[in-house]
């Protein structure tokens, strides 16, 4: 199936490498950024009188400053002047370094820059924008972008993984696979999702005598029979450019009289921009199923399995078939194959554009908690106007990949935080330090509510937008029209309010089935039945016992009706006495 991703935000693979800044240059003047081989900056030092001595001169100074602090920030000052202009400008050769970008400007690689507003503000008055470090992206020799078939698989099996959890995999089994892992000490981040993994996507190896398949052989792996090409962006054009990617997260803060605390939301500025593929950029790539693979194996199915020596391999295959590929293997025959393989990568497709809109109600919901505390609207409405352009296309085949797809995108995560495992998550925070801020040497508490509480989002020129997501389209479709900023807004506010998938489910306070223990009081569901501040809230604890309460912990008025968790505290004798903001419900 030939089929292409249409980009509808910018999106980053990378190589894993980043261009320091002596490999480029970003001209203010003319808003070009120029990539320089090592080969060109030497042809350039080299076209100056005493170039080489005082290029080394020049150099062996910056590394020594490097060497002699310790201060982070001077660190990156030091690092963003180890650049060609800087060197040509130490000579008072900066006009020299002009004339050489603009006399073999067609043999140099250049490109687009979005610079962020922090950025042009602060070197305003520079020739150049230093851009720190840039997070360099896969491309081919002729610098066009490549996304690897490896990318686009890992997207669609994801979306497989989310499909099994969510519809076939029974509750009790995954509890028991997540908790032998965490109940394993030498267990790693790394290879905690395995073991479901294996339960979802391997057939089993059953050796004589033994009564249980094993799961670990990497042959068994289902998943393989699906094959994905690179995909390659065909048109001449540079489809390439470059952009700032920030953090953004609501953040604790504590007031000036250091009496209070509150929830801001906030931006943290990260070190370096990325190379990205710009938005509305064709990658053409080919999706296939080794169809063939079943239909000569189906034969040689007994008792679900396959006799080989002395062991049974694939076991378990006819209901794994039909869980991640939708597809009866009873009803596969060698006439109907060709029918049969479209089928499933229908199905595949399907699937992921499920995933998608789940991706998509979790982002709006993180992104409906950042507006609440966004009370200035600093960054709220760009970023809303970031996400216009994905939710104009809803109902097309979306897909979201590549680097910052977030937590949302990872193996099992969405499926434990959409289905209120926030005990079971808990554990797994506290085990992998998941959360916790990088140098934190307090103690640290995991908190499951509202995770995964920042997203990095990339700063273009009128909005603030997610990385990653595009639509897959046949080979020879037209590309979508464009989504100008006025009818994307019309259309995403139109799916937003009419699309079913795309809306939250409709929510309900529930009263607790559990038995309170005072040492560790639950999370209660509360509606807030009077707005002010202090809000009132109905405590839905059980049918009896529904107190009205004030509720502790959030200092601006809420929506009466609003459904939260509030956080309980509860004498020895099991009597309510105070409860706390906990989060929305959802």
């Not at 042009?120 to 020799?141: F, S, W």
Request: proline share 5%; net charge positive; glycine share 6%.
């Amino acid at each position: 199936m030939k089929l292409k991703l249409y980009t509808l935000t910018p999106l980053h693979i990378g190589t894993g490498e980043e261009l320091a800044p002596l490999n480029y240059i970003f001209l203010k003047k003319n808003g070009t950024f120029y990539r320089l081989s090592h080969r060109q900056i030497i042809a350039f030092v080299n076209s100056l009188p005493n170039g080489i001595d005082n290029f080394s001169n020049w150099i062996g100074k910056k590394y020594l400053d490097l060497k002699q602090t310790k201060n982070n920030l001077e660190l990156s000052d030091i690092d963003k002047e180890i650049n060609l202009f800087d060197f040509a400008n130490s000579l008072g050769r900066q006009n020299v370094l002009f004339s050489y970008l603009e006399e073999y400007k067609s043999d140099l690689s250049s490109a687009k820059v979005s610079i962020d507003s922090w950025t042009r503000n602060r070197y305003n008055r520079n020739n150049i924008y230093p851009l720190g470090r840039i997070r360099e992206a896969i491309k081919n020799h002729t610098q066009q972008p490549i996304v690897p078939g490896t990318s686009i698989k890992g997207a669609i099996r994801t979306a497989i993984f989310h499909h099994v959890l969510s519809n076939h995999l029974p509750r009790k089994k995954f509890m028991s696979l997540v908790k032998n892992q965490l109940n394993n000490s030498r267990v790693t981040r790394e290879r905690f999702a395995l073991p479901i993994i294996h339960e979802i996507f391997y057939c089993g190896v059953l050796e004589d005598g033994e009564r249980e398949a094993k799961l670990e052989d990497e042959k068994m792996d289902l998943f393989k029979l699906v094959r994905v090409s690179d995909g390659q962006q065909r048109a001449l054009d540079n489809a390439m450019s470059f952009a700032k990617i920030n953090l953004y997260l609501v953040e604790k803060k504590r007031a000036r009289d250091r009496s209070k605390t509150y929830f801001e939301a906030t931006q943290q500025r990260q070190t370096s921009y990325a190379e990205v593929i710009s938005p509305g950029q064709a990658i053409h790539f080919e999706l296939d199923f080794d169809i063939d693979f079943l239909v000569c194996l189906k034969p040689l199915l007994s008792d679900d399995g396959v006799r080989q020596g002395g062991q049974y391999v694939w076991v378990g295959l006819r209901q794994k078939v039909q869980h991640l590929f939708g597809l009866d293997l009873a009803t596969l025959t060698w006439e109907n194959k060709e029918e049969k393989r479209q089928e499933v990568l229908q199905f595949l497709l399907d699937k992921v554009q499920a995933f998608s809109q789940a991706q998509l109600q979790a982002s709006q919901s993180w992104l409906e908690h950042f507006q609440e505390n966004d009370k200035n609207d600093r960054y709220s409405t760009s970023i809303r106007q970031g996400f216009d352009p994905v939710l104009a296309y809803t109902q097309q085949p979306l897909v979201h990949l590549g680097y910052a797809t977030g937590f949302d995108g990872m193996t099992a995560l969405l499926y434990i935080l959409q289905t209120n495992h926030q005990a079971l998550f808990k554990r797994v925070m506290e085990q992998f330090n998941i959360g916790n801020k990088p140098g934190n040497r307090g103690k640290y508490i995991a908190n499951p509510d509202r995770f995964p509480k920042s997203k990095r989002l990339v700063e273009l020129k009128n909005q603030i937008a997610p990385l990653g997501w595009a639509i897959i389209l046949d080979a020879q479709a037209p590309a979508p029209a464009p989504a100008t900023t006025e009818t994307a807004t019309t259309t995403a506010a139109t799916a937003r309010t009419l699309q079913p998938e795309l809306a939250p489910k409709a929510l309900e306070p529930e009263y607790f089935t559990g038995k309170v223990n005072y040492k560790k009081p639950p999370l209660l569901d509360a509606v807030v039945i009077k707005s002010g501040r202090p809000n009132t809230v109905k405590v839905y604890w059980t049918e009896e016992n529904s107190p009205e309460m004030k509720l502790d912990g959030y200092r601006n008025p809420l929506e009466v009706g609003k459904i939260l968790k509030v956080k309980t505290v509860f004498t020895r004798k099991i009597e309510l006495r105070q409860v706390s903001y906990g989060g929305r419900k959802r």
